[in-house]
């Protein structure tokens, strides 16, 4: 019993410590505390001036009371929160969106780089094209400095 717990924390110690695992994961803790900045952005600072330009609304106070038929009850749709949070999802897809792009851009001049670079060079003896990597000319068997 001991031996088959022993194995198993063997090979969750193994899965947790590869290197994607741990990628993804200061990836999830960056994302959340992305996620606090933009909603911070958004309730601090994007929306109130907009509800201040609207009217002088306060869009987090902003509710639907839906009366439950008891004296004085009702049920609260708090809409207002939810344009917070539609705008914040907005951003964060957004700032997503941009991060993809700039990284496949980098990608693609990095693919572009590659291709571009030279697979074959010239033997200065015999003068016919051989493989970059070569030592050797298979040609004329010459030695290939550099």
Not at 28 to 55: C, E, Q, R, T, Y
Not at 82 to 97: G, H
């Amino acid at each position: 019993m001991f031996e088959k717990l022993k194995k198993c924390g063997d090979e969750f110690k193994a899965f947790a410590m590869r290197g994607n695992v741990i990628d993804m994961a200061v990836g999830i803790i960056i994302g959340a505390a992305f996620g606090k900045i933009v909603d911070s952005l958004v309730n601090d600072i994007i929306m109130p001036p907009l509800g201040w330009m609207m009217g002088k609304v306060d869009f987090a106070k902003l509710v639907f009371a839906i009366p439950t038929g008891n004296e004085g009850e009702f049920v609260n749709i708090n809409y207002g929160i939810f344009i917070n949070t539609i705008i914040s999802f907005v951003l964060v897809a957004f700032s997503v969106f941009l991060l993809i792009k700039g990284l496949n851009k980098m990608q693609q001049e990095k693919k572009e780089e590659e291709a571009q670079a030279p697979t074959t060079k010239e033997c200065p003896h015999c003068f016919s094209s051989i493989d970059i990597r070569a030592t050797k000319c298979p040609n004329c068997t010459a030695d290939i400095n550099g």
